[in-house]
């Protein structure tokens, strides 16, 4: 007879996680309070405090990247602009001789 392994949610990981982060309950209770074994809430608890600084040093990057997308778009719909510019005046000069 094999055993199934529980898959457990990422919110419930992180929930875990940071409640042991806190430190305000021993690692016990909160694994008896969640019904998974102390060695997997200290398992959660190390995994989030590493990875905790990625959470902040994400967004600046993100945005930064963004940014820069949005910066492109802009730049080449100016650049379609001026052609469609240039192309109109053309025309108007060709009408009005």
Do not use: C, T
């Not at 969640?34 to 959660?44: A, K």
């Not at 997308?69 to 000069?93: D, T």
């Amino acid at each position: 007879m094999s055993k199934k392994r529980r898959q457990h949610s990422p919110d419930l990981k992180a929930r875990v996680g940071l409640e042991a982060l806190k430190g305000i309950e021993p690692v016990h209770k909160i694994a008896a309070k969640y019904q998974v074994h102390p060695v997997q809430v200290s398992q959660w608890k190390k995994e989030a405090a590493e990875r905790l600084p990625e959470v902040f040093a994400r967004k600046g990057d993100q945005d930064a990247k963004e940014a820069q997308e949005r910066e492109k778009e802009l730049f080449e719909e100016i650049g379609r602009l001026k052609m469609e510019l240039e192309w109109l005046k053309k025309k108007v000069g060709q009408l009005n001789p």
